[in-house]
């Protein structure tokens, strides 16, 4: 096991988490609400250990990390990261006990958006961007972000972006996956500045913009407000918000192509992407479906149904979980509707969690191949994507995926219902939100998760990590052969 190598990754997180507070420490500077000597000590607790570490720390020349070493750095990783940032919650006070903190700051990496907080006005907003910046830091993933500013920190670096990367497959832009990781952060600052600029005109103030456009971003969904985005009563940032949650669910390989296309390809570059078409054609079913059902409820008002209805279901399927409705208010058949959109999320590649509808449209194909067998046992049926085979052990792979992820869901519900705080239902509802990173429940745990104690809090913490990092890396955390030397 190359354990320099992997200190000096760790090393690199920490420095990357103290330098992601410097714009929350400088924005409390600016409005004196008592957070910032907090936020500078914890910058500080967290850049001296990392800079230490990066400079001592030295691996031999041309060391790299094998596939197993590459889970395990991305699992350790991630911990390093939600304890970090962690510190400014804690020790500003608004958080009385560790695990609450944690909690929000697993919440906050993982996109998941799921709080303890029963209230937030009156918070100092330094805290509280720092708790939208987690969104957008954890979005793209934090080793993605390594990868771009420190490239040649290792000879061998896709085994850290398959690792933690969202979708069953690894999709290179470029040759080197340094180059590739700083596309996609360039593509990524571009629709978060799109965003928050397109807020500004819709009225927003510059910190409630920022705010929501890196929440947004991450697909994570924290807001400083109680009501979240109804709290704006904006049709208007609706509507943009509505419209940045789906672009964030696509996957951002898309607009590398789109970008780099010809006049003429652009046109219709993003519908011959299979994935693509199924998201824009589930959603657009999904938002119909949606608004029909919640007619009675709006008093058959055709258009305020449209608008609560369209943002929600694109807040579910991007796994955002901002609301300008209470879905629990709607009727069981829009429940179950936005109960089942938990479950699929938006494009592999994204910024959104879920199962994603890749692995959804791929294990469908597997059904319908496995059914066509039992009437001709002897044809050869390949499966496709694009017009192209897919190879048999993605297949498994993918089938693997969603029985963990299930078994996870159902599990972790079980595990939450030892509390005997909850119903089951709202016990499952909390398993599956915090596996597909989604943020809002059901029932008791529609707002927020201070009901739970610490057994629920540590448990609802490793489900987030569990789905951020797509089962796998947190699992093999647990293995004893994680561990061993060769």
């Known amino acids: 096991m190359n354990r320099k190598l992997i200190i000096r990754l760790l090393g690199a997180i920490l420095s990357i988490v103290a330098a992601a507070m410097i714009p929350a420490f400088l924005l409390s500077l600016r409005f004196q609400d008592g957070d910032s000597l907090v936020l500078g000590i914890c910058i500080c607790e967290l850049m001296l250990p990392g800079l230490l570490i990066w400079f001592l720390v030295r691996p031999k020349q041309g060391s790299h990390l094998r596939l197993r070493e590459g889970f395990l750095v991305v699992a350790l990783g991630w911990l390093v990261l939600s304890v970090g ?25 993982t996109t998941t958006g799921a709080t303890v907080l029963t209230q937030f006005e009156g918070f100092p907003r330094g805290i509280m961007f720092w708790r939208a910046t987690t969104h957008w830091v954890g979005g793209m993933g934090v080793l993605v972000l390594t990868l771009a500013l420190l490239p040649r920190l290792t000879g061998r670096t896709s085994h850290l972006v398959r690792a933690e990367s969202p979708g069953p497959s690894l999709s290179k832009l470029v040759p080197h996956t340094g180059t590739t990781a700083k596309i996609l952060y360039r593509i990524y600052i571009l629709l978060t500045l799109m965003e928050f600029l397109a807020l500004i005109l819709c009225g927003l103030n510059t910190y409630d913009a920022a705010l929501h456009a890196l929440s947004t971003a991450g697909t994570g969904g924290f807001s400083n407000y109680g009501d979240s985005v109804g709290g704006f009563h904006n049709p ?33 570059s993003f519908f011959r992407d299979e994935e693509f078409r199924w998201y824009f054609g589930i959603v657009g079913t999904f938002v119909l479906l949606l608004t029909g059902l ?53 494009c592999a590649g994204s910024t959104a969690g879920g199962i994603k509808i890749i692995r959804v449209v791929l294990a469908g194909k597997q059904a319908r191949r496995a059914i066509h067998s039992v009437d001709h046992p002897k044809k050869v049926q390949v499966v496709r994507l694009d017009g192209k085979a897919v190879d048999e052990s993605m297949i498994s792979q993918i089938m693997v995926f969603i029985f963990l992820y299930f078994f996870l869901v159902v599990f972790g519900g079980l595990l939450l219902s030892l509390e005997g705080k909850f119903t089951p239902m709202d016990n499952l509802s909390a398993a599956l939100t915090c596996v597909s990173n989604v943020g809002p429940a059901f029932g008791a745990l529609a707002s927020d998760f201070s009901g739970y ?32 030397s060769h």
């Open 85 to 109: 940032g962690a510190l400014p919650f804690f020790f500003s006070g608004l958080y009385p006990r560790f695990e609450d903190a944690l909690f929000e700051s697993v919440s906050g990496f």
């Open 236 to 268: 208007a940032a609706e509507a943009v918000i509505t419209a940045f949650m789906f672009l964030f669910g696509v996957n951002f390989a898309l607009y590398y192509h789109f970008l780099i296309a010809g006049p003429r390809e652009k046109i219709g």
């Open 294 to 346: 919640n007619l009675p409820f709006y008093g058959q008002d055709l258009l305020r149904s449209f608008r609560y209805s369209a943002f929600q279901l694109c807040s579910i399927m991007s796994t955002t979980g901002f609301v300008t409705a209470n879905f629990n208010d709607w009727s069981v058949s829009a429940q179950m509707l936005v109960f089942f959109a938990m479950f699929i999320g938006a």
């Open 453 to 484: 104690g610490l057994w629920g809090k540590l448990l609802c913490s490793f489900l987030m990590l569990a789905g951020r990092l797509e089962v796998f890396p947190m699992l093999i955390l647990c293995t004893r052969s994680a561990w061993k």
